[in-house]
């Protein structure tokens, strides 16, 4: 089987190469080649444009940063809906907004093909060790036929629904994220202005019952950031946006997530917006009177 692959970045690139370990021939876009290099030592086929992809195969994969990436590769002369074929399964997996999946929808659906949402939900390293797992919105019968691809890059599948729900469910669980991160900060400072040594309220709280699975993971980097963000506050604050958007149009209060992304408008001010999102940690630490997590 001949897969298309569009949008080749941190997530994309690492869910190619998975493919391509499965033994698939995969022709891929991305908009800087350059950094598809490793996949072409790999195997995988550069195409010069989305259009191309499109032509190409009959399931496509699209996976990029937001909505005005996703217009960006699907729309125009030489996007991936000039190309698609009739009876193709287009599965979009980037975090865009459900009204921006269903309108893609209905484009698919009048070149005779079909659209999935398929977010996901894991890190680049949850990726790599083949722990992915995906939220699917869309037919049953388009899922059917991209199911054995989606295996081969993550093991669990949830259909959640129509088109778009996926998009919702994702956004939903995403705005959670950064609210947690910085109930587990408060947490610390206020250990650790009290006198308890920071490592000691790290290793108390990750032993505690409100150690969720991404506190476990991203917790200790209030002891030590990572140089390289697995989310930096640039995305993070641009799935908040999502999330205020969707309850502002549903009519539900997001209190929280309101808060929180204020803390990280405060992480740009103080010029931490390259680092993972958990560096909301160093904005609440510099309003305590506490150091900031050590950088590498
Ligand atoms: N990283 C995570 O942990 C994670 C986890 C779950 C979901 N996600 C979601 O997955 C999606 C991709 O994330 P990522 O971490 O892979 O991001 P990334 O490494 O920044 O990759 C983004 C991709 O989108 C492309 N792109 C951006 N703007 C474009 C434009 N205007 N025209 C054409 N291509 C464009 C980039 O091309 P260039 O290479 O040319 O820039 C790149 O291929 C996002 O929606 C994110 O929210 C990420």
Redesign the pocket.
Same mark, same amino acid.
Do not use: E, Y
């Given at each position: 089987m001949t897969l298309g692959f569009v949008?080749?970045?941190? =997530?994309? &690139?690492r869910m190619a190469m998975r493919l391509l370990e499965a033994g698939h021939t995969v022709v891929g876009y991305?908009?800087?080649r350059e !950094?598809a290099r490793w996949l072409v030592d790999a195997g995988l086929r550069l195409a010069d444009s989305p259009r191309e992809v499109g032509a190409a195969c009959d399931v496509v994969f699209t996976? @990029? $940063?937001?909505g #005005? #990436?996703l217009d #960006?590769?699907t729309r125009g002369p030489e996007g991936l809906l000039a190309g698609l074929r009739p009876d193709a399964v287009l599965v979009e =997996?980037? $975090?865009?907004s459900p009204a921006a999946v269903r309108a893609l929808g209905a484009e698919v659906a009048a070149r005779g093909a079909a659209l999935l949402d398929a977010? @996901? +939900? &894991? +890190?680049?390293a949850t990726l790599e060790a083949g722990q992915l797992s995906f939220m699917v919105g869309g037919e049953a019968a388009a899922l059917e036929r991209a199911r054995p691809y989606l295996l081969a890059i993550g093991p669990t599948i949830t259909r959640v629904g129509e088109l778009g729900l996926a998009k919702a469910m !994702?956004i939903a669980i995403?705005q959670v994220l950064p609210v947690q991160m910085l109930a587990f900060s408060e947490a610390v400072l206020l250990a650790e202005k009290s006198g308890i040594p920071r490592e000691r309220a790290v290793e108390a709280l990750l032993k505690s019952v409100t150690a969720s699975p991404m506190v476990k993971y991203r917790g200790p980097f209030v002891l030590g950031m990572p140089a390289e963000a697995?989310?930096d506050v640039g995305?993070m604050q !641009?799935?908040l946006g999502l999330a205020l958007e969707l309850g502002r149009t549903t009519g539900v209060p997001l209190p929280s997530v309101a808060l929180v992304n204020e803390m990280l408008n405060a992480a740009r001010g103080l010029g931490l917006a390259a680092y993972d999102f958990a560096v909301v940690f160093d904005v609440l630490a510099r309003l305590a009177g506490l150091p900031p997590s050590k950088k590498s």
């Open positions: 949008g080749l970045g941190v =997530m994309g &690139g991305n908009r800087t !950094k996976m @990029v $940063t937001d #005005a #990436a #960006a590769v =997996m980037s $975090t865009v977010p @996901v +939900s &894991g +890190s680049p !994702k995403n697995w989310f995305m !641009k799935d």
